[in-house]
């Protein structure tokens, strides 16, 4: 079993950055990918970023990826999301998310396979104005 604990969300004005971070604890061993997720109201949720821990190969949406970045701490089993120049579509509840599975089985390009993590944080809230 692995727990994810999200923190790091808020309110942002448009423009700002903010700095999510995901808190593994458990069976965690290092052939595990971490990704982070986001849904919004009324739409499904998107695939973000995804990092596997044993080389830190990492993986983008092209939507994000010039303004977001996922990063390590191995040795507090914590991922981060730093996120710069937000826009209020941004906005939305963004998850952690881990599986023992090398990260390229479960992102193929801008298909991101969200069912198959099975480790979910509880969220964290992210609201940008404008």
């Known amino acids: 079993q692995v727990q994810l604990v999200e923190s790091g969300g808020g309110s942002v004005q448009s423009g700002g950055s903010l700095r999510l971070s995901c808190a593994a604890s458990g069976d965690i061993y290092e052939s595990i990918c971490m990704a982070w997720f986001r849904q919004a109201p009324g739409k499904e949720r998107e695939g973000l970023a995804a990092l596997f821990q044993r080389d830190g190969t990492t993986y983008y949406t092209d939507s994000v990826k010039d303004r977001f970045t996922i990063s390590q701490d191995r040795d507090k089993n914590t991922v981060y999301l730093h996120m710069n120049s937000l826009k209020s579509e941004d906005t939305a509840m963004y998850y952690c998310?881990?599986?023992?599975?090398?990260?390229?089985?479960?992102?193929?390009?801008?298909?991101?396979?969200?069912?198959?993590?099975?480790?979910w944080g509880q969220g964290t809230q992210v609201t940008v104005s404008s």
């Open positions: 998310a881990a599986e023992s599975l090398h990260c390229r089985y479960l992102v193929n390009g801008a298909t991101w396979y969200y069912p198959n993590f099975q480790y």
